[in-house]
């Protein structure tokens, strides 16, 4: 099965109005016909939303939120739900990243829960999933324990559609990223559990796109791995320059 390979852009709490409007602008001029063989995702902060979406028209770049409340009830005063992320006309959520863990205290059984809400309200979900600095040493025991807690009561049709970012907390916001061994060895498990958990069929229907300091100098190396359909960006997914360049190394090598 071809996968059709993704990549990521996650600002973060970076990015003005009038910034967002550069990025899109040239981001679009200098990715042209890549377009065509990528599903790109920007997830801007909430602020810039409606102008992104309104500054994409019918591009086929998709725009995602950072993040969820883990309710639909209204009493939040800060914080966003899913229907209001669909409403603004956002396809996809990011959840579970590592610094909405550490700073806003999200466990996995949260994450879960907002997994369910995002379905509900008919936005995919891209699931971050990793190996934290408290884990256990061995990747698989953190991944099969996180995996199992964060996809809880979803059925096969579900998972097929969501996209997953093996992150290992380590990695995200470093000098470099983890080695291309290490990227295969995560991304590789993540595929075999969802096999063992939905079969064949959801396991190469998932995109695994790896994320935590990546930059278009290792792009090459850490899309070696069979498993790995992607990569998504922090800091380099802000620059439409760098980005562009991730995403022409994503398509190239991803084709070859
Ligand atoms: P980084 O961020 O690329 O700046 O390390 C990655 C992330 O947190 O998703």
Redesign the pocket.
């Known amino acids: 099965m071809v996968r059709k390979p993704m990549a990521l852009a ?1 600002w973060k709490m970076a990015m003005t109005i009038a910034e967002s409007w550069e990025w899109v602008r040239d981001f679009r001029a200098a990715a042209g016909d890549l377009l065509n063989e990528i599903d790109v995702v920007v997830c801007p902060p909430y602020t810039a939303l409606w102008a992104v979406i309104q500054a994409l028209g019918d591009s086929p770049i998709q725009v995602g939120g950072q993040n969820i409340a883990p309710t639909a009830e209204l009493s939040r005063t800060g914080e966003i739900s899913a229907a209001l992320l669909a409403d603004v006309g956002c396809q996809r959520v990011m959840l579970g ?3 909405v863990r550490r700073y806003l205290h999200d466990d996995d059984e949260t994450v879960n829960r907002k997994v369910h809400l995002a379905l509900e309200a008919g936005l995919s979900p891209i699931l971050l999933v990793g190996e934290g600095r408290d884990d256990p040493p061995s990747i698989e025991t953190a991944l099969e324990k996180r995996l199992e807690a964060v996809l809880a009561g979803c059925t096969a049709e579900q998972v097929m559609g969501m996209a997953f970012i093996y ?1 290992p907390e380590a ?4 000098t470099k990223p983890v080695t291309p061994d290490h990227v295969a060895a995560g991304s590789g498990f993540i595929r075999k559990w969802v096999q063992d958990h939905w079969g064949a069929n959801v396991a190469n229907s998932i995109r695994i796109i790896y ?4 930059a278009p100098e290792y792009a090459h190396d850490l899309l070696s791995c069979p498993d790995v359909d992607g990569l ?6 802000r620059d439409p320059e760098s980005f562009t360049e991730i995403v022409r190394q994503i398509v190239r090598v991803k084709s070859e």
Not at 211 to 214: E, I, K, L, N, T
């Open positions: 996650n990243h590592w610094e992150e990695a995200i916001g470093a994320g935590g300091s990546v998504g960006a922090g800091r380099r997914g």
